[in-house]
């Protein structure tokens, strides 16, 4: 079965750092896109970055671009998402999701898998 599982969430205080890694298994990882989205109490799940199968491309949202990089190791099947500057509304469940398309995308709802969550809290 496809299996994705994050971690490196925790509370961190405004302005600090965190590393969140996604670890993937039961698919072939370099098939796959990946993409982090978070999503806050009350509200939406909302894309956060994307990045190709190669790892030649990235994307991010206007709200994390500058602070947040989005990598992947396809020798390890893991995808990172290094967050510095973090801010209180950076606040939520950080989610790792794989695409089989070529490109990356922004839309949650043509990711073909996802992983449990990670916890990322932000204290002003």
């Known amino acids: 079965q496809v299996q994705l599982e994050e971690s490196g969430g925790g509370l961190v205080q405004a302005g600090g750092s965190l590393r969140l890694a996604c670890a993937a298994s039961?698919?072939?990882?370099?098939?796959?896109?990946m993409g982090w989205f978070r999503q806050a109490p009350g509200k939406e799940r909302e894309f956060v970055a994307a990045i190709t199968r190669s790892g030649g491309l990235t994307y991010y949202a206007d709200s994390v671009q500058g602070r947040f990089t989005i990598s992947r190791d396809n020798a390890k099947n893991v995808v990172y998402l290094q967050m510095n500057s973090l801010k209180p509304e950076d606040t939520a469940v950080y989610y790792c999701?794989?695409?089989?398309?070529?490109?990356?995308?922004?839309?949650?709802?043509?990711?073909?898998?996802w992983g449990q969550g990670t916890q990322v809290t932000v204290s002003s």
């Open positions: 999701a794989a695409d089989d398309h070529v490109l990356p995308n922004k839309f949650p709802g043509l990711y073909d898998y």
């Open positions: 039961g698919l072939t990882f370099s098939r796959y896109a």
